[in-house]
C-alpha cells in the first residue's frame, strides 16, 4: 500500500499569509527585549543590518525553493549540495528553530490572555493554545492556511491602527533619549531581537510540496512577505518608540522587569487603559501572536516530518495521517517538546535558543547554495537570485557575523544550542546512519 501524499491546496495568497504571518508576532512582543540591550540606536542598526540579511536570504533561499520544492526545505536543499551530515546539522538547527519558537509566542499568548482574564494562570492559556492549534493543524492544511490568512490580514489591520494612532504623537526627542545606553557592544547584544522580528520567514518552503504550482507561487508568496515585514517592522519600531522614549515600552510604569506587551504600553502614553482602542489592540494583538504561533506549529511540522521521512529520524516522525493527510505525529512531538520548553518559563532565553537554530539554518544554506550551483548547474531553476554571488554572500556573511556575536553575548545558551545539536548528530551517527546506508 502506497503512503499518502501530502495535499497541493495552497495558492501565492496563502503562501503570503504563511509568510507574514509565521513572523507577525515579532512585531507585538520581543522586539522591544532589544532595546533594554542596545537602546533606540543599537537595535535601530542591528535590525537594519538584519534587515539586509533577510532581504538577501529570501532571494537566494527562493531560487533553491523553487527548484526543489520540497517540505524539508533547507534540510533538503544542504542533503543535495552539502550531503547527509550537513544535511542533518541543516535538519536539526531548522527543527530547533521551529520547535523553540512556539513555546515563546505561547508564553506572550498567555501573558496577553492574562492581561484580560487575570484571574487565569498564563499557563493554562499556554497549554490550551498549543492543544488548540496543533488540532487545527492536524485536521487540514488548507484549513491551517486559510485560518492563518484571515488572522493574519486583522493583524496587520490591528498594527496600521496601532501605527494611525501613536504617529500624531511621534518626537525625535523620544528617538534620541538615552539612544546607546551600552554603548556599541548594545548593537551587537541586541541582534537576537532583531532576528525576531523576521524569525521563520523561511517556513515558506516548508510548505512548498503543498503548493498549486509551487515553482511560482513561492516566488510570489516569498517575495510579497518579505516587502509586507520590512515595512511593518520599520512602521512599528518608530511609532512604538516615538512616543515616550524606548524605556516606556520596555518597562511598565514602576517596574524594572521587561514586558512582553511593548504595543500596550506605547498606546497607554495616548489613551487610557479602558479606552476602546486599547482593549482593541490587546483583543487583535493577540492575534497577531495566534497567526505566528499557528504558522510556525504548520511549518515545524513539516521539517520534522520530512526528518522522519527520509530516516534522519525515527520513521514514526515521517508519517501522514491516512484521513487528514497531514504529518500528525511530528505535529504531536513537536507540541510536547515546547510544553517542555514553556515550563522553563525564560521568554528572552527560549527566543535566543529560536534565534541560534535560526542562523545555524542561514549559514548552512548558503552553503548549499553555492554547492548546488556547483554540482547542480543544470538543474531547473524557474527563479534565479539577481545580483549572483553579491546575494548569498551578504547573507552569509552578515549570518556568521550575527552567530559569533550572539555567542559572545550569550555564551551558556549558546552552549545549550551546541549540546542539543551535538547530542542530536551523536544518536544520528549511532542509530540512522547505519540503517540509511
Request: proline share 5%.
Given at each position: 500500500?502506497?503512503?499518502?501524499?501530502?495535499?497541493?491546496?495552497?495558492?501565492?495568497?496563502?503562501?503570503?499569509?504563511?509568510?507574514?504571518?509565521?513572523?507577525?508576532?515579532?512585531?507585538?512582543?520581543?522586539?522591544?527585549?532589544?532595546?533594554?540591550?542596545?537602546?533606540?540606536?543599537?537595535?535601530a542598526?542591528?535590525?537594519?543590518?538584519?534587515?539586509?540579511?533577510?532581504?538577501?536570504?529570501?532571494?537566494?533561499?527562493?531560487?533553491m525553493?523553487?527548484?526543489?520544492?520540497?517540505?524539508?526545505?533547507?534540510?533538503?536543499?544542504?542533503?543535495?549540495?552539502?550531503?547527509k551530515?550537513?544535511?542533518?546539522?541543516?535538519g536539526?538547527?531548522?527543527?530547533?528553530?521551529?520547535?523553540?519558537?512556539?513555546?515563546?509566542i505561547?508564553?506572550?499568548?498567555?501573558?496577553?490572555?492574562?492581561?484580560?482574564?487575570?484571574?487565569?494562570d498564563?499557563?493554562?492559556?499556554?497549554?490550551?493554545?498549543?492543544?488548540?492549534?496543533?488540532?487545527i493543524?492536524?485536521?487540514?492544511?488548507?484549513?491551517?492556511?486559510?485560518?492563518?490568512?484571515?488572522?493574519?490580514v486583522?493583524?496587520?489591520?490591528?498594527?496600521?491602527i496601532?501605527?494611525?494612532?501613536?504617529?500624531?504623537?511621534?518626537?525625535?526627542?523620544?528617538?534620541?533619549?538615552?539612544?546607546?545606553p551600552?554603548?556599541?557592544?548594545?548593537?551587537?547584544?541586541?541582534?537576537?531581537f532583531?532576528?525576531w522580528?523576521?524569525l521563520?520567514?523561511?517556513?515558506?518552503?516548508?510548505?512548498?510540496e503543498?503548493?498549486i504550482?509551487?515553482?511560482?507561487s513561492?516566488?510570489?508568496?516569498?517575495?510579497?512577505?518579505?516587502?509586507?515585514?520590512?515595512i511593518?517592522?520599520?512602521?512599528?519600531?518608530?511609532?512604538?518608540?516615538?512616543?515616550?522614549?524606548?524605556?516606556?515600552?520596555?518597562?511598565?510604569?514602576?517596574?524594572?522587569?521587561?514586558?512582553?506587551?511593548?504595543?500596550?504600553?506605547?498606546?497607554s502614553?495616548?489613551?487610557?487603559?479602558?479606552?476602546?482602542?486599547?482593549?482593541l489592540?490587546?483583543?487583535?494583538?493577540?492575534?497577531?501572536?495566534?497567526?505566528?504561533?499557528?504558522?510556525?506549529i504548520?511549518a515545524?511540522?513539516?521539517?520534522?516530518?520530512?526528518?522522519?521521512?527520509?530516516?534522519?529520524?525515527?520513521?514514526?516522525?515521517?508519517?501522514i495521517?491516512?484521513?487528514?493527510?497531514?504529518p500528525?505525529n511530528?505535529?504531536?512531538?513537536?507540541?510536547?517538546?515546547?510544553?517542555?520548553?514553556?515550563?522553563?518559563?525564560?521568554?528572552?532565553?527560549?527566543?535566543?535558543i529560536?534565534?541560534?537554530?535560526?542562523?545555524?539554518?542561514?549559514?548552512?544554506?548558503?552553503?548549499?547554495?553555492f554547492a548546488?550551483?556547483k554540482?547542480?548547474?543544470?538543474?531547473?531553476?524557474?527563479?534565479?537570485?539577481?545580483?549572483?554571488p553579491?546575494f548569498?554572500?551578504?547573507?552569509?556573511?552578515?549570518?556568521?557575523?550575527?552567530f559569533?556575536?550572539?555567542?559572545?553575548?550569550?555564551?551558556?545558551?549558546?552552549?545549550?544550542?551546541?549540546?542539543i545539536?551535538?547530542?542530536?548528530?551523536?544518536?544520528?551517527?549511532?542509530?540512522?546512519?547505519?540503517?540509511?546506508?
Amino acid at each position: 500500500m502506497s503512503q499518502p501524499k501530502l495535499k497541493k491546496v495552497l495558492s501565492p495568497l496563502m503562501l503570503w499569509g504563511l509568510g507574514v504571518g509565521y513572523v507577525i508576532s515579532g512585531m507585538y512582543f520581543g522586539w522591544n527585549l532589544g532595546l533594554a540591550e542596545g537602546g533606540t540606536y543599537g537595535l535601530a542598526i542591528a535590525t537594519f543590518f538584519i534587515i539586509i540579511m533577510y532581504v538577501t536570504f529570501t532571494f537566494s533561499y527562493t531560487e533553491m525553493a523553487c527548484a526543489i520544492p520540497k517540505a524539508g526545505g533547507a534540510f533538503e536543499y544542504a542533503n543535495r549540495g552539502l550531503g547527509k551530515h550537513l544535511g542533518f546539522l541543516a535538519g536539526i538547527t531548522q527543527n530547533i528553530e521551529f520547535v523553540f519558537a512556539p513555546p515563546a509566542i505561547a508564553a506572550a499568548i498567555g501573558a496577553y490572555l492574562n492581561l484580560i482574564y487575570p484571574s487565569i494562570d498564563l499557563m493554562t492559556f499556554a497549554i490550551g493554545a498549543y492543544l488548540v492549534f496543533t488540532g487545527i493543524n492536524i485536521l487540514g492544511v488548507k484549513i491551517a492556511a486559510t485560518f492563518e490568512l484571515v488572522i493574519t490580514v486583522l493583524a496587520i489591520i490591528e498594527l496600521l491602527i496601532f501605527s494611525g494612532v501613536t504617529l500624531p504623537e511621534f518626537e525625535w526627542a523620544n528617538i534620541q533619549s538615552n539612544p546607546l545606553p551600552n554603548g556599541f557592544s548594545g548593537i551587537f547584544a541586541a541582534i537576537p531581537f532583531a532576528i525576531w522580528f523576521f524569525l521563520a520567514i523561511e517556513g515558506v518552503a516548508n510548505v512548498a510540496e503543498e503548493a498549486i504550482n509551487p515553482q511560482r507561487s513561492i516566488l510570489i508568496g516569498f517575495g510579497s512577505a518579505i516587502l509586507t515585514l520590512v515595512i511593518l517592522c520599520i512602521l512599528t519600531f518608530a511609532s512604538a518608540v516615538g512616543v515616550a522614549g524606548w524605556e516606556a515600552v520596555v518597562y511598565p510604569v514602576g517596574s524594572t522587569v521587561a514586558s512582553d506587551s511593548p504595543l500596550p504600553l506605547a498606546i497607554s502614553y495616548v489613551v487610557s487603559n479602558d479606552h476602546f482602542l486599547y482593549k482593541l489592540l490587546v483583543g487583535i494583538g493577540l492575534l497577531g501572536l495566534v497567526a505566528s504561533f499557528h504558522g510556525i506549529i504548520l511549518a515545524g511540522g513539516r521539517a520534522t516530518f520530512e526528518f522522519g521521512r527520509v530516516g534522519y529520524a525515527p520513521k514514526i516522525l515521517g508519517a501522514i495521517h491516512s484521513k487528514f493527510r497531514t504529518p500528525a505525529n511530528s505535529l504531536i512531538v513537536n507540541m510536547l517538546v515546547g510544553i517542555v520548553a514553556l515550563f522553563t518559563g525564560k521568554t528572552g532565553e527560549i527566543i535566543t535558543i529560536a534565534c541560534f537554530g535560526a542562523l545555524g539554518l542561514y549559514i548552512v544554506s548558503m552553503f548549499s547554495f553555492f554547492a548546488l550551483r556547483k554540482k547542480e548547474p543544470k538543474l531547473e531553476r524557474p527563479f534565479r537570485v539577481p545580483m549572483f554571488p553579491l546575494f548569498p554572500i551578504t547573507a552569509l556573511v552578515i549570518a556568521i557575523v550575527a552567530f559569533v556575536s550572539m555567542t559572545y553575548y550569550n555564551f551558556n545558551i549558546a552552549l545549550v544550542f551546541m549540546g542539543i545539536v551535538g547530542l542530536s548528530y551523536i544518536y544520528f551517527l549511532l542509530f540512522l546512519n547505519h540503517k540509511m546506508e
